[in-house]
């Protein structure tokens, strides 16, 4: 069974500053994703960004970014120059490449940004 | 291209009763899957629906079944309700592969009493 777990419950940092979420899985498999959506107070789950494992290179996405450690099986998440419209539940997913559509959430991150 | 669709958005049920949620997916996509979002629990998979047919199921008693139709609109249905069955149940849609990722809807927030 897959397993995915974030170990940070609440970050508060700065407007503008850059912030790392934590996340680590647990699989036997080799090829699956690996996806970080936000979930805001509006309580819609938006992706943020995916990575697939066969891809050595991290995704970015704008100001997001992830550094992905295939071997210590390790996927966090970074925001650059963050800002207030990121404040949101952050939560890092699992899928496997083929079968049921079936995301394995972490716990998740709850992110404040300040004024 | 219109966005995951879920109704109602709140329902309020006492214990006992059942309840009949509904999805529409992004046009196009084939895959519906339902989670379901808990204080406690966080998110759990309940199952995944792919051309009308259950590809998959979650850990979770009979009283939850769903089910999907040929226009690949889903309807998730809970017998016998619970307290602890109060949660925001959300509905995802994707093209059914595992390249794609799942797109959600705004969740329909069940609460029991």
């Known amino acids: 069974a897959q397993t995915v777990t974030q170990s940070q419950p609440e970050m508060s940092v700065q407007e503008a500053e850059t912030v790392t979420l934590s996340c680590t899985y647990d699989?036997?498999?080799?090829?699956?994703?690996l996806f970080w959506y936000k979930q805001p107070p509006s309580r819609q789950m938006i992706l943020v960004i995916r990575?697939?494992?066969?891809?050595?290179q991290n995704a970015t996405e704008n100001r997001f970014s992830v550094n992905f450690q295939k071997a210590a099986k390790s996927f966090s998440l970074k925001i650059s120059d963050s800002q207030l419209g990121d404040t949101a539940m952050y939560f890092c997913?699992?899928?496997?490449?083929?079968?049921?559509?079936?995301?394995?959430f972490g716990q998740g991150t709850r992110l404040t940004i300040n004024p | 291209k219109a966005g995951v669709t879920q109704t109602p958005r709140y329902l309020i049920k006492t214990r006992g009763q059942q309840v009949t949620l509904s999805c529409s997916p992004i046009?196009?996509?084939?895959?519906v899957s339902w989670y379901q979002q808990t204080p406690g629990q966080g998110l759990q998979f309940l199952f995944e629906y792919f051309s009308e047919t259950q590809r998959n199921k979650g850990n979770f008693p009979g009283r939850f079944s769903g089910r999907q139709f040929s226009n690949s609109r889903s309807e998730m249905n809970v017998s016998t309700l619970e307290l602890g069955d109060s949660a925001l149940y959300l509905c995802?849609?994707?093209?059914?592969?595992?390249?794609?990722?799942?797109?959600f809807g705004d969740g329909t927030r069940l609460s029991i009493l």
């Open positions: 995802a849609s994707s093209s059914g592969q595992g390249t794609q990722p799942q797109h």
């Open positions: 046009s196009g996509h084939r895959s």
């Open positions: 699989t036997s498999e080799s090829n699956y994703y």
């Open positions: 997913a699992f899928i496997l490449f083929q079968g049921a559509q079936k995301l394995v």
């Open positions: 990575q697939e494992a066969y891809k050595q």
